[in-house]
């Protein structure tokens, strides 16, 4: 692979960067539907679970100090074997404009399942 990183690892992460722009991907389960449709990935990546996806952007009220906030950019958590990859969604709307440059937004796996 490319210094040191494997290719088909390396591919697998630059379709999460693009697919994570997909607004077909609304919850966990659609962005796993999303990746097991790609040819190769099941078969590359048969223990490829998506654990984590945070769709970001939504505009609530904080419990605990009571004020508004917003959640992180869209967020995925994906493991394969033992390796864990993360990926964040850049900057594509005004929402995200605002939520990019909120202070007090929570980190996406704090309510993380097991």
Known sequence: GMAGVDTKLFQLCATISGKIYDDKATNRVKFQELLDNIPGVKEDFPNLQVRKYDKGVSIGKDLVNEKLS???PTFVFIVTDET????WRGTKTAKDMIA???FG???PWDDMED
């Open 70 to 72: 917003l959640n992180l």
């Open 84 to 87: 864990l990859i993360l990926g």
């Open 100 to 102: 990019d440059a909120m």
């Open 105 to 107: 937004s929570k980190a």
